[in-house]
């Protein structure tokens, strides 16, 4: 059996003969991105034979890339003269960065000779804003973000990194197995953990105090957290702890505290991955679960793997308590400790005095909770409070603490999954609830099935919502989505097309096809339905009248229209998905250009390639 039939296998980081711990050479191949988005994507690398390589895939318990369905290797977009080395899947996430993204770094001290580049593929479907099949990340041009930059630095990455967004040829590839990863791989192979021990973060000094916790208290409830984080810190600086919150520090600051600790408590989260990969044996390391999951296991057994010590892991839940558009408890969910426990632990392995961890009561978690609320704008249940078996008669999905009713919109059993998961228009509502504010007006273009404004009224309650939506098929189901949750009161949708600039007309053609996401004011590409007349209402005379402060936007490709004539004065926040399929790379990179001169910039975190939520500069 080759590397490649072998690698049809998972990762194993203790059999030295699994293909994780080997590398293979590849003279000729073709990289392939993704088109589409999810969880398990279908892209990849080729070799010259036009055989998928099977050790390319990146694990995570089960391969999360696949031979596309569909392909044609006869017309690649360039063709990279040199070697490269196959860097694999690049994340944003700091955590997924650090566990997945790396797990195939420890091949650059393997490579003899020069190294050209090291390729990645973006996790969701990605477009060069030059429109070249490969962008390179330079001063000029960047991408990565300035933790990226930083931990390749560190790891002596000299090397161009670069993303590959077209079908591209490569004159000879170097393919590392996996060597680290989630689940089993987070003890790292051998060579993997050796490549971190030998090369990162060499020329960083130990800077800072002997004891340290890590918090995640500034978050918020954004990303999960422990309710009453700031009683369990007040605590620790009785016992000299310096409370350190690394998001707020560049990743040389961080290290270079880590470096120096002696002792550390910290919740469980991504900076302990970045702990792990500078950790000593001779460091006390506490770690306090914040969440009842696996994920505590995977951060315990890679700071035992690389630092040589298993830290001490502390479980003092009371309760998991689960944000309102979740199932379960994840990395999203709350919780409360039993604080007299975690005293007593951190006591008896000599790290912190057990006097005054006093048990909080019911009323002052409850006030804790309802702050950390207000500040993320969703609502939390007790996972002791089981969510109900069923949803009610005639509803067939939840989000963001909406409910949808049961509507031909809603056949689809993908869109109804899609919706439970909160991943229908994710981007979107995640930038709407992080800007729109209870002063705000807010105007919609496309409501869809309502659920976007709906969980906008609902959560963030702004003064009034004014929805627009061409098809006017899907108008009963919006109302009827804006009566259920009874935001009714604050939101209204009208049925048409809101156009901007001169000489708006009384009615438009519209192209409604059978999926209602496909329809548009553009010639539909797929599965056309119908061709009918809306009426065409003028944005000027809209924004005259309403003054709204908030834009959303999501009309299938209109929205390049809609910005050449639109005056954006008075708009503070801009929420828009961009439609390149409909009108090229150059027609996005023309609406983020009127977006800025307009004064919108992109907030970092909340937008991405194709959907920015964009905020006034001033």
Known sequence: ?????????????????????????????????????????????????KSYCHDTVLWRGKPLMTLPKVLDLSAPKDVLEGTYLWGGVLHDHFGHFLVETLGRIWGYGEIPGKIDGVLFLRKRPYASSDGKAVRWHTAENPFLSRFQDQIFT???IKAPIGIVSALTEVTKLWVPGQGFGMSRMTTGTPKFRAFIKENFAQNISPEGPERLYISRSAFGARRGGIIG????????????????????????????????????????????????????????????????????????????????????????????????????????????????????????????????????????????????????KFTFRPQSKPAPDALPKGIVASCHGIQVPKSFATD????????????????????????????????????????????????????????????????????????????????????????????????VTFNVSKRFAFSSLDTPKRELSEQITVPAYDYAAVKAD?????????????????????????????????????YGMDGMSRCKQLLRQSGLDPVPRKSSEFVWAAQRNN
């Open 1 to 49: 059996m080759n590397v490649n039939e072998a690698a049809m296998q998972p990762p194993n980081p203790t059999d030295l003969q699994n293909w994780a711990h080997q590398i293979r050479e590849l003279d000729g191949a073709y990289v392939v991105p993704s088109v589409h988005r999810g969880l398990v994507q279908e892209c990849g690398v080729f070799d010259r034979d």
């Open 154 to 156: 560190h790891l002596g």
């Open 229 to 376: 984080e700031t009683v369990v810190e007040e605590q620790l600086k009785k016992s000299r702890y310096t409370i350190f919150h690394p998001q707020q520090e560049d990743v040389e600051t961080q290290i270079a505290r880590y470096k120096a600790a002696r002792e550390i408590v910290a919740p469980d989260g991504s900076a302990l991955h970045l702990l792990a990969m500078v950790a000593r044996p001779d460091q006390k390391i506490a770690m306090i679960k914040r969440r009842s999951s696996s994920a505590a296991g995977g951060i315990e057994n890679h700071l035992a793997s690389f630092s040589g010590t298993r830290p001490l892991v502390i479980d003092a839940i009371g309760e998991n308590w689960i944000r309102s558009d979740r199932k379960r408890v994840d990395r999203f969910s709350l919780a409360t400790l039993d604080l007299p426990a975690l005293g007593k632990q951190l006591a008896d392995a000599g790290m912190a005095t057990n006097k005054g961890w006093k048990e909080t009561s019911e009323a002052t978690q409850r006030r804790y909770l309802k702050d950390l609320e207000k500040s993320s």
């Open 412 to 507: 689809p059993k993908w869109l109804v999954r899609k919706i439970n998961n909160g991943r229908y228009e994710k981007e979107e509502i995640a930038g709407a609830l992080h800007l729109v504010k209870s002063t705000d007006r807010v105007l919609e273009c496309g409501a869809g099935i309502g659920i976007v404004g709906t969980t906008i009224a609902h959560n963030c309650k702004p003064q009034k919502v004014l929805s627009f939506e061409a098809n006017p098929n899907l108008i009963p189901v919006i109302e009827a989505t804006y009566k259920h949750n009874k935001v009714d009161h604050t939101i209204s949708v009208t049925n048409g097309a809101l156009l901007s600039g001169n000489d708006v007309p009384e009615s």
């Open 546 to 582: 309403f003054a709204p402060t908030v834009l959303l936007m999501d009309i299938e490709g209109g929205e390049l229209d809609f910005l050449e004539g639109a005056d954006l004065s008075g708009i503070n926040v801009v929420v828009m998905e961009f439609h390149p399929d409909v």
